[in-house]
């Protein structure tokens, strides 16, 4: 129904910010990471939103981009969770932070949000994984001429998850194994150990 608002930040406060558009100041509950990344008061910014629609009332949600807001949709989606939820889940690890946790599998970081158990946990994983492109999570790019986009896609990939079993092999978390090799930028033909050793790099700084 609103795609977005976009007009002068008028007011931040904890778990929410009033926008003006059109003369009219919209109340929309956003998680911590929209507010970590606003602009200052007086600005003009652009929250993309979802309205809920109550019996007793109508509320905002709102996010920094398309992606973000198709995430909090995504969690809406799972059984047992709402808007609070969802917002809570969003505030305690950020949209790319929830990206990877699904991807690895790690019910841990998930958990960690408040009101929501080990059980829920699994749900989104098992509810989501299968919704998360790789080009959501996944790092490096493809470049040059040799295989197909699809198939260097596909190798990359490859490549990444070699990367990242092997990284929990050595005791590092589901979650931090996928951050790490998310930050490395693999190149046409890498292999697993070369996206591991550069992965490792990455763990020591």
Do not use: C
């Not at 690890?93 to 059980?119: F, N």
């Not at 090799?181 to 292999?191: K, S």
């Amino acid at each position: 129904m609103i795609s977005y608002i976009r007009g002068p930040l008028v007011e931040i406060d904890e778990d929410m910010i009033v926008v003006e558009a059109g003369s009219v100041g919209y109340n929309i509950r956003v998680p911590l990471s929209v507010l970590e990344n606003l602009p200052g008061i007086g600005e003009e910014a652009r929250i993309y939103t979802y309205l809920q629609i109550r019996e007793d009332a109508m509320s905002l949600f709102g996010f920094l981009s398309r992606q973000d807001l198709k995430m909090f949709k995504q969690l809406l989606g799972v059984s047992g969770i709402g808007p609070k939820g969802a917002l809570g889940i969003l505030s305690a690890m950020g949209p790319d932070d929830l990206r990877l946790a699904i991807v690895s599998g790690d019910t841990k970081a998930i958990s960690r949000a408040p009101g929501i158990g080990l059980k829920t946990a699994q749900r989104v994983i098992l509810d989501l994984k299968d919704r998360i492109s790789a080009d959501e999570w996944m790092p490096g790019n493809v470049s040059g001429d040799g295989p197909s986009k699809d198939q260097g896609k596909a190798a990359l990939q490859n490549a990444a998850k070699e990367a990242a079993d092997a990284l929990v092999a050595l005791g590092y978390s589901a979650m931090e194994a996928t951050k790490a090799v998310r930050q490395v930028e693999i190149a046409e033909g890498m292999t697993g150990d070369q996206v591991l050793k550069a992965s490792l790099r990455h763990l020591a700084v």
